[in-house]
């Protein structure tokens, strides 16, 4: 029912920057929906990169703090992720999630994913 529709992302030299869009369709954000950015590499697991809650707070990896922000417009059910200064290893699928509640338990939401490639 709900669709996640990324884009942004691409081939960018290390030290440059991509921003990344995650437009949802079929519901709008709500305060209760936890949107968040994970990554992942061919043999690795997906990880987390940066998440949101709908009250405006948000919450990122280490390894990215400071160079990424993730920002949402629930009016536009759109989350994005500005990603700078970016290193080769950032080099990743990005995928978007929505978390949202239902009843006793949740449902979770992912995009295709985007590639990301930061050459050196």
């Known amino acids: 029912q709900v669709q996640l529709v990324e884009s942004g992302g691409g081939l960018v030299q290390a030290g440059g920057s991509l921003r990344l869009s995650c437009a949802a369709s079929?519901?709008?954000?709500?305060?209760?929906?936890?949107m968040a950015w994970y990554r992942q590499v061919p043999g690795k697991q997906r990880e987390l990169v940066a998440d949101?809650?709908?009250?405006?707070?948000?919450n990122y990896a280490d390894s990215v703090k400071g160079r990424f922000t993730i920002s949402r417009d629930n009016a536009k059910n759109t989350v994005y992720l500005q990603m700078n200064s970016l290193k080769p290893e950032d080099t990743a699928v990005y995928y978007c999630?929505?978390?949202?509640?239902?009843?006793?338990?949740?449902?979770?939401?992912w995009g295709q994913g985007t590639q990301v490639t930061v050459s050196s």
């Open positions: 079929g519901s709008s954000f709500s305060i209760n929906t936890i």
């Open positions: 999630q929505a978390v949202r509640p239902y009843y006793n338990s949740r449902i979770v939401y």
């Open positions: 949101s809650t709908g009250g405006g707070t948000t």
